[in-house]
């Protein structure tokens, strides 16, 4: 619970005056502080279900991250978008 005030904190005086900065580090920050809360919140679960899917969710975001030089951007869009996808997803089933 500790874990998940400080992140919370974070998200309130960090990220937020960032973002009003107009700062583009802002959205990164706020999608990092969403993501560890949301990382935080299904490991305590003890699913194992919504656990591979929040790995495979991070991993796809995290896959979206590394420089591609080959790949087309719109690949790199489709892999965040849908590592998000499958990270709210697992949210959700944990909470259903």
Known sequence: MTALLVLEIC????????????????????DGLVLAVLVIV????????????????LSAV???????????P???????RGGDILAFFALAWVLY
């Open 42 to 57: 299904v490991m305590l679960s003890h699913r194992w279900g919504a656990i591979v899917l929040i790995l495979l969710g």
């Open 74 to 80: 719109v690949l790199a869009v489709a892999l965040r």
């Open 11 to 30: 998200a309130i005086f960090l990220a937020a005056p960032l973002a009003a900065k107009g700062l583009p580090i802002a959205r990164a920050v706020a």
């Open 62 to 72: 995290a896959a979206s991250l590394l420089p591609s030089t080959g790949w087309p």
